[in-house]
Every structure is written in C-alpha cells, then in structure tokens.
C-alpha cells in the first residue's frame, strides 16, 4: 500500500517500546509472520482482533506500525493502569477501558483519521477459545455464554453516521449542532475530517504449537512473587511458553469491510421510507437495525482468516473417531487426505505443519507435527494407541474445565473449539474419518499422484525455457497399473536425468505383469535450473510419494533404484516399510569415478559470498554435462544440486546397516561416472540376509536403456523370481 504522512507521530515512548517488541522478538524463539498486508488502507480504520494473549495489544500495535507507519491506540484491562507503568500504557497507545470519555476519544480519532484503533470485540480473552454454540457465534465466558458483543459495530457506524450528521449540519449551517459535535468530538471545521470513509479490518492471531508448561518467565517470577494468584500463573504458564519457545505467531489481516457502503441500504430505506423521522432517531434504530448484522460480518471473517495447523486437523478428527477406535494407519490416512483437501479448497496460505512432510503420513514415515500434537492428547488422557489401534475417550474431551484452567488442563479441546468455526473444514474431516478402509486406501493413491503431478507442473512452469526444458513425456511422474496380485515396482532415475530413463524398464515390467510407479526427483525433468532449488528432503519425500501411492494399491513393493536414485532406495528400505519386498541398486553412485565434485560444497559458499556482496563476476553456478541422452538429462549440473548429491552419499554410507531387506546390486565393470567399487561397499556393510551382486561388462554408465539393458533386465527378472 502507499505510505501516506499521517496527522499523528510516534512518540520516544512508542518508538522505545519498538525497540523493547523487536529486542525481545529477537530474544523470543517465536516467529511473527503477517499475511494480507495489502488489506491495510490509508482510511482510518478500526481493527476488530480475536483475543487470546496480553502481549497481542502491545505486539499488534507494533506490527501495524512496522507495516503502514501509523500509530494506532487500543483499549486493555483497567487494572493494568496503576501508577507510573499505567502512565507509560498511556504513552504507547493504550488506554484502560474505564477511561472517562472513552467512546468520544475513540469516536473522534476515527472521525479525524489521527489515529486507527484495534479492538478486541471479544470483550476480553477467550482461553477455551469457544465461540459457537448451535451452530451459531456464541462466547463460551467464564460463567455464561453470550452472542458477540456489539460495541465494535456501534463504534464503527456512530463514527460514519455522526460524520455524515457534522457535514450535513454545517451545510445546513446548523449552529447547534455544530457546536455539539464540536465541543463533544473536539473538532474546529470540516478541514479536520479525514478525507476517507472509515472501514473495518478484521484481523486473527493464530499460534503454533499451543504447549503450555513451565518456561524461564514463569519461573523467574515464581521465584521472585510468592502465592502467585491461579489465573496469573496459568497466564505465564500459557503465554510465557509462547513467547520464550519455539512458537509461530501468524497474524491474519482480512478484507476491509467499508461502512459507507455497509450502510447505503439501510440508509436508503430510511431516507425514503421514513423521511419524516429525525436525525438522531434515524440514527438509533438504523444503529440498532445494523449493529449485529455488522458484527457479525466482521466476526465471521475474523474466525475464517485462522492460520490452519496439523493441531487443528488431529484434534477435530479425533472428536469424530468411534468409540470402538480406528486403525491408527487410517486415521494417518485421514489427516493426510484432510490436509489436501483443506489445503485446495482454502485458497490461503496454510502453517506449515500441513506442507511437505506430511507424505510421511502416508508412506510410513515419521511426521514431527503429528507426533507432537498426539502426544499432547496423549498425556491429557484423550487418546490411547494400543496394538496399533488407536481409541479416544469422548467423554473425557467433553468434561468441563475451569474457564482459567481450559488451556492447561485440555488444550487439545481449546484447539479443536478454536477450528469449529471453519465448518466446511469440520466436513471435511467428519466424511473423511466416516469413510470406509477400502475407499480411503483409493483415495490416498490417487491424491498422492495427483500430488506429484502437481508439484512436477509446478516446477516446469517456474523455470521453463523454450526448446531447453524436458518434455512432459519424459519428465513427469508416471504410475502404469499392472496385476493388483503381483509386486508392485518403485523406480527411481539418476541425477540431472528424468523419470524418462528409465522408461524402458518400466515398460518391460509392465509386461511382466507389475504395476510401475516412476518417480520424478525434486528439481529433475524440468529445466537444469531447477537443481538451485533441490535439496534432499525434498528427494527423499519424492520417493515417499511414489511409495505411498504403490502401498495403498499392493500389498507387496519392490524398489529399484539407477545412480543417485539407488542411492535413495537404498535410504528409504533404511526405515521400517511393511511393504517393502526387495531393493535394486543399479551403478549406485555411492563413490563417483569424478574427485572434483568433492569441491562442490566449497564452490557451493562461494557462490553464496559473491551473491550476498552482489559480485557476479567470479561465481561458477553450474558446469557442464555430457549427457548420453540429452532427452532425458540436463546438459548442466549446478553446484547446488551436486552438494546435495554429495549429503545423499553421505546419508546412504551412515544407514547401510539399517537395510536388510532382500537386495540386488547390479554393476558395469567399466563404469565410467560410478566406481564401481561403491556395489562392494553397499554389499559389505548391508544387513540383508538374501544379497547378490552381479557385474555387466559394460563401458558406459546407463545400462538401463539401449546397449546393457537386456542383461540388466534379465538380472532383475531372475531376482524378482526367487523372491517369495
């Protein structure tokens, strides 16, 4: 948004207390990040926020600061204004709720656009983050439940509405209303209005992970007050956590809602309709008719602009598990699946926790955010994982709490009243968790290719070049459904190559009867460019997408690794796969015939250097490839992606131990990229009790295609055939 001077400054106060917010934000291992900047407006504004910590005043005024260069004032708890810190609240922007003159102050700064204003139309914290009941919006307090407060509404329209009335008046040059707004809004003439309407920018505070427990604030101040009140000890237990831990504070802003434009219907009606009425009657019952229309509007795109996190998607589910448990692979299965689907109808930017990794749902793997939040259900007695079944005690998530105990004693239920309101998302979730075994296992198939494929389309379409990039025939992922009863078969191709190199294995196959999946590595298949962005996370949760989808169609698999890409076979059978069969190696590239690639990582951080210096001069960002087949392979390797090929070397060397499942390493003897002493390595120090190694005569390094293949593919027919 254009920047724009505004009436009033940052006092040293506030720009101290900048400097206080960054110092600690820097101290703080939590990570502030903003989304829908481009929602703030030069209007004066009133900022409606959900309110779940103290800090969220302090932090937000900062924030809307950093970002608009406007002060803005908002309202907090009366009792923190005592003395000396009190006079500092006032300093910095905020003001007790019980100010005399409260409505006026507020009312004026909007109407002159001196100062923006946030408030917290909640009314105060909501800890067990209940606000539906019903179906409706409705404030779970501490002893009562309410619909949402209104005064936000009413400050808003009696601003835009008492605006309107002054500038009528004074072209109707009617004194003594003048004079009423005058010396009630302190105002000295139409010059001091804002030249913009006012409008409502919703905003949400969403954090991840919400963990209480014991941190260095709360136990400093144990230390130094004795008989520490209940409610302020769960208070430093809560938010304490999040500020001195590992938390993700998002803060949402969402689309304005303009009053001028809210009101011109209504306004309408009573201008033709009852045009009779006064001015200020006209204005009560048009407040009164408005107020709770407006409320919740703003109320409503508040709650929708929630940062949605792994929390949130394992907690509702677990509310829809029957009382006779599930299948905790199933349940994996219907988070993976409610993550997609989440992910592709929300149109917004998701936390993290619901982005790459959570592949290992699906393939077997060990996703963090979901075993963190089941631990967390875990320990509060929700759920109970036995004999890999998984079973939750409804009744105990139902049990009421204290208001001021809520977020410590069942966090899991304060997220999951937190996520009610996204009742498309609880849909969602509901069907999926209804689903049968059969029909989730079909479901996760085909979201996963649907998954790969998009990634790949991705990819192409951020760095495609004209007559350089690969085409799709030979760059995308590919499954070829073969016999259900047969092994199912995961190849995965060499570096700076493409899924196409190996085509003709996975054709020959194919006819065998196997159902094939081709694997398109991260940043291969595209253009050579795409190495910059690689990096072997996103290699290995390449292989664990081709895995998960064969796992759920085939009881047995079978994976075959070429070069680099054995390499990573290798890594994956290093975990405990249930369907894994045998493993493949072909010319593993565990040592290459090239001692130069060693210097990558060095050629790596100078490259780095000279970019931060903004030096290009010097810098070797990629050298060239002589590829066998230029179709399928770049003709250019860059430095990046040749580090990470090194880390893969070094990962495989580490887990070679872990593999034991039955395994076949096939060499050229004259292999002229691989040493082909890496077959003997990988033989030696495997655990595999059924292990052969064979060698081709051969002198170039691609035996899987054209010349070499036939024997390679017959070594691979006669292994597939001892296997039981």
């Known amino acids: 948004m254009q920047k724009k001077e505004t009436l009033a400054k940052a006092n040293r106060s506030f720009r101290f207390a900048g400097l206080i917010v960054s110092a600690i934000k820097k101290l703080s291992r939590s990570a502030v990040s903003v989304e829908g900047q481009e929602m703030l407006r030069e209007n004066p504004t009133l900022f409606v926020v959900n309110h779940f910590t103290r800090f969220e005043t302090g932090l937000l005024l900062h924030i809307l600061y950093k970002h608009n260069d406007q002060m803005a004032h908002s309202l907090a708890d009366s009792n923190l204004f005592k003395g000396k810190f009190g006079d500092y609240l006032q300093s910095v922007g905020a003001y007790p709720l019980n100010m005399p003159g409260r409505n006026e102050k507020m009312i004026s700064e909007l109407m002159k656009g001196s100062y923006n204003w946030v408030i917290f139309p909640e009314g105060s914290m909501i800890k067990n983050k209940k606000v539906m009941h019903d179906g409706q919006l409705q404030l779970h307090l501490e002893d009562k439940i309410i619909p949402p407060h209104t005064g936000a509404s009413v400050l808003a329209l009696k601003t835009f509405l008492m605006k309107e009335q002054y500038k009528r008046a004074i072209a109707d040059n009617n004194e003594t209303l003048i004079n009423y707004y005058q010396d009630t809004y302190h105002l000295f003439g139409p010059a001091d209005l804002a030249p913009l309407d006012l409008c409502i920018v919703p905003v949400n505070i969403t954090y991840y992970p919400l963990r209480p427990g014991k941190n260095l604030l709360s136990t400093a101040v144990q230390l130094w007050v004795k008989d520490l009140s209940p409610k302020l000890e769960e208070e430093l237990l809560v938010e304490g956590k999040l500020l001195l831990k590992e938390s993700d504070i998002s803060i949402s802003f969402g689309d304005p809602i303009d009053i ?27 407040m009164k008719l408005m107020r709770r229309r407006l409320t919740k509007k703003f109320m409503c795109r508040i709650y929708s602009r929630l940062s949605i996190n792994m929390d949130h998607i394992v907690v509702t589910a677990l509310r829809f598990v029957p009382t006779q448990g599930i299948p905790e692979k199933q349940f994996k299965q219907v988070i993976y ?125 951020r760095s495609y070049r004209k007559l350089e990039s690969k085409s799709r025939e030979v ?54 460019s795409e190495l910059q962005n690689a990096s072997l996370q996103c290699w290995i ?43 493949v190696a072909i010319n593993p590239a565990l040592v290459l015939q090239q001692k130069s690639s060693q210097l990558s990582p060095l050629l790596n951080k100078w490259n780095h250097l000279l970019k931060g210096l903004s030096v290009e001069a010097g810098s070797l960002p990629y050298i060239k490839n002589d590829a066998q087949y230029e179709q399928t392979n770049y003709d250019k390797i860059y430095i990046e992606g ?42 030696d120090n495997v655990f595999s009790e059924h292990k052969r190694l064979e060698y081709i005569s051969c002198e170039h390094h691609v035996i899987v295609r054209d010349e070499g293949s036939i ?14």
Request: charged residues 20%.
């Open 642 to 683: 040749l580090t990470c090929l090194l880390e893969l070397q070094e990962s495989c060397r580490e887990t070679l131990n872990l593999v034991n499942a039955p395994l076949l390493v096939i060499q050229a003897e004259n292999d002229p990229v691989v040493d082909p002493d890496s077959a003997q390595i990988i033989i």
């Open 260 to 286: 001028r434009h809210f009101t011109r219907p209504y306004r309408r009606l009573f201008s033709y309709f009852l045009p009779f009425v006064s001015a200020s009657k006209k204005m009560d019952w048009m």
């Open 337 to 461: 699946l409610a993550c997609l689907q989440i992910k592709k109808k929300n149109h917004r930017r998701v936390h993290r926790s619901m982005r790459g990794s959570i592949i290992n749902l699906v393939a077997e793997g060990h996703d963090v955010a979901y075993a963190s939040i089941m631990k967390l259900a875990t320990q509060e007695h929700i759920v109970l994982v036995k004999n890999g079944h998984l079973f939750v005690d409804q009744a105990h998530i139902k049990m009421p709490h204290p208001f001021h105990r809520m977020r410590l004693d069942n966090t899991t239920s304060v997220l999951a009243n937190e996520f009610e309101v996204m009742k498309w998302a609880v849909k969602i979730i509901k069907n999926l968790v209804y689903c049968s075994a059969k029909k989730l296992l079909s479901q996760v198939s085909e979201a996963v290719i649907e998954r790969d494929l998009s990634i790949y389309e991705n990819e192409r379409m």
């Open 711 to 724: 024997e390679t593919f017959e070594l691979i027919d006669q292994f597939i055939s001892t296997l039981r």
């Open 541 to 583: 949760e390449s292989v664990q997408r081709g895995y998960a989808v064969l796992s759920h169609s085939h009881s047995k698999v079978i994976m075959m690794g070429f070069s680099a890409g054995a390499l990573l076979v290798l890594l994956q059978s290093a975990t405990e796969l249930a369907h894994l069969a045998a493993i």
């Open 475 to 528: 760059g995308r992922p590919q499954f070829i459904a073969g016999d259900k009863n047969k092994a199912a078969i995961l190849l995965v191709h060499g570096f700076a190559a493409s899924p196409g190199e190996l085509s003709q294995l996975s054709v020959h196959l194919n006819q065998q009867g196997h159902s094939v999946y081709l694997v398109r590595l991260a940043g291969h298949g595209t253009h050579a």
